[in-house]
């Protein structure tokens, strides 16, 4: 990746803690959802089918695709990107999907743009599991979150980063470089 210049900072995440984190997250929040459900209703359906896998592989996949998107607008809403600064796809290597930009972001927009999936793919597709006493909708909910452990670490990252400062993503690892002050973006 061609840079403008060298970046002021650098944050690398390290996938094998995201993937374990994201493991632990999940099932805790699985956990979490049971008790939940007991404690509202008394007791919880926690039970499995085939069925239930299969709805489960199909609504997890959507809500990737959803959550992935969910950056992009994002970028769009709080980053001013154009259609054609977005970056989307698979990184197989990495076992992730991602959503990217090509455009330098202030902190704060990409902050926005780290979070929003958690709250529309996550969050409320594992408190309505919750509501709903569904154990489908809790793990697929659970696993939502858990599956943006990466976006948390960024995030966590970002805010130490002062507020004013800029990110730009890169357009395939899971690094961001940090400008203390606005430049402008890579061709």
């Given at each position: 990746?061609?840079?403008?210049r060298?970046?002021?900072?650098t944050?690398?995440?390290?996938m094998k803690s995201i993937?374990?984190?994201?493991i632990?997250?999940?099932l805790?929040?699985?956990?979490?959802?049971?008790?939940?459900?007991?404690?509202?209703?008394?007791?919880?359906?926690?039970s499995?089918s085939?069925?239930?896998?299969l709805?489960?592989?199909v609504l997890?996949?959507?809500?990737i695709?959803?959550?992935?998107?969910?950056h992009?607008?994002g970028?769009?809403?709080?980053?001013?990107?154009?259609?054609e600064?977005?970056?989307?796809?698979?990184?197989?290597?990495?076992?992730i999907?991602?959503?990217?930009?090509?455009?330098?972001?202030?902190?704060h927009?990409?902050?926005?743009?780290?979070?929003l999936?958690f709250?529309?793919t996550g969050?409320?597709?594992f408190?309505?599991?919750?509501?709903?006493?569904?154990v489908?909708?809790?793990?697929v909910g659970a696993?939502?979150?858990?599956?943006?452990?990466g976006?948390f670490s960024?995030?966590?990252?970002?805010?130490r980063?002062?507020?004013?400062?800029f990110?730009?993503?890169?357009?395939?690892?899971?690094?961001l470089?940090i400008?203390n002050?606005?430049?402008?973006?890579?061709s």
């Amino acid at each position: 990746m061609n840079l403008p210049r060298k970046p002021d900072y650098t944050i690398q995440l390290n996938m094998k803690s995201i993937h374990i984190w994201s493991i632990v997250l999940t099932l805790l929040l699985i956990l979490a959802g049971g008790f939940f459900t007991i404690l509202f209703y008394g007791e919880s359906r926690f039970s499995f089918s085939l069925l239930d896998v299969l709805l489960w592989g199909v609504l997890y996949i959507l809500l990737i695709i959803l959550h992935e998107i969910c950056h992009l607008i994002g970028f769009i809403v709080w980053g001013k990107c154009k259609k054609e600064d977005l970056l989307y796809g698979v990184n197989r290597e990495l076992g992730i999907a991602y959503a990217g930009t090509k455009k330098i972001l202030p902190v704060h927009a990409m902050r926005r743009a780290l979070l929003l999936p958690f709250w529309i793919t996550g969050l409320l597709p594992f408190a309505a599991g919750i509501w709903l006493n569904s154990v489908l909708l809790i793990i697929v909910g659970a696993s939502l979150i858990g599956g943006a452990a990466g976006d948390f670490s960024m995030y966590k990252q970002l805010r130490r980063v002062k507020p004013d400062a800029f990110v730009l993503d890169h357009t395939h690892k899971p690094v961001l470089y940090i400008f203390n002050e606005k430049i402008d973006s890579p061709s």
